[in-house]
């Protein structure tokens, strides 16, 4: 892994040099666009509008217009910025960890020390691990002021950029004004069913199937050609329609459900 940002975390008059890195990568197959006609590559070009010429990306600079004005922002302006110069992760405050709305997660960084003598950094760790807080830091990154959340996964410590709150849209759905009625008895069903799905998760048991399915379709038009047997590339199942439809007996499909839960763990 590559570092992308080097800082140190502050807390009170305790620093702590560390390293950024990307904790994720993507994992989809990588397609471009062609025209359907003859396959032929489809290209994006920087245009400028004045002259016609294309643009090397090294010569664009941005712009905000309010429709009265269009101000021009260089990278020298941006550099310029305050926050963008600062190499701090501060902390803000400690909270209770599971005050943090999941909806707020954004990206997620490990954190590597960058010291010789990485005595402070296990101190932050453990003592976060102790106490079972979070710490809610604030810091710039790539030209923005992020609010992030500082955790412990095994025996590292992680940084997860959050939305702010003004990022986070209200849900209104009038659908919902006049909520539908449940019986108890739905309800007990729907509980067993719940119970019948019980695990512990592991996220290694979990897979894409769309990127393993696309995989199996590139390489079946690798040596079939363009025109490829569904049936025979994904299984008979797949070829023809699913069994979708609109439930009608909600207590007959919890019913079904409970059933046919438990018969695929005896299985």
């Not at 062609?34 to 664009?60: K, N, Q, S």
Request: aromatic share 6%; net charge negative.
């Amino acid at each position: 892994m590559r570092a992308i940002w080097k800082g140190a975390v502050s807390f009170g008059l305790v620093n702590v040099p560390v390293k950024l890195y990307s904790a994720t990568e993507d994992h989809d197959v990588p397609l471009h666009q062609v025209h359907d006609a003859d396959g032929g590559r489809i290209r994006y070009r920087r245009v400028c509008e004045l002259d016609g010429e294309v643009v090397p990306y090294e010569h664009i600079d941005r712009a905000y217009d309010d429709g009265e004005h269009t101000v021009v922002i260089t990278r020298d302006d941006l550099a310029a910025l305050p926050a963008e110069k600062d190499r701090e992760i501060g902390v803000v405050e400690f909270v209770p960890s599971d005050q943090i709305d999941p909806i707020m997660l954004d990206k997620t960084y490990y954190l590597e020390p960058d010291s010789t003598s990485t005595k402070a950094y296990v101190l932050l760790r453990r003592t976060l691990e102790e106490t079972e807080r979070t710490a809610i830091v604030k810091f710039a990154l790539r030209q923005r002021t992020r609010l992030a959340a500082l955790r412990v996964r095994d025996e590292v410590l992680v940084l997860q950029t959050l939305l702010w709150a003004d990022e986070i849209r209200e849900p209104s759905f009038g659908s919902l004004d006049e909520p539908a009625a449940v019986t108890e008895q739905e309800l007990a069903m729907s509980a067993q069913l719940v119970t019948s799905f019980e695990s512990d998760f592991a996220p290694g048991d979990h897979t894409d199937e769309y990127q393993v399915q696309l995989r199996a379709l590139i390489d079946a038009k690798i040596e079939q050609g363009d025109v490829i047997d569904a049936e025979a590339t994904f299984g008979e199942a797949a070829a023809g329609e699913g069994e979708g439809g609109k439930v009608i007996d909600l207590m007959e499909a919890l019913r079904r459900s409970v059933d046919a839960a438990k018969e695929r763990r005896t299985g």
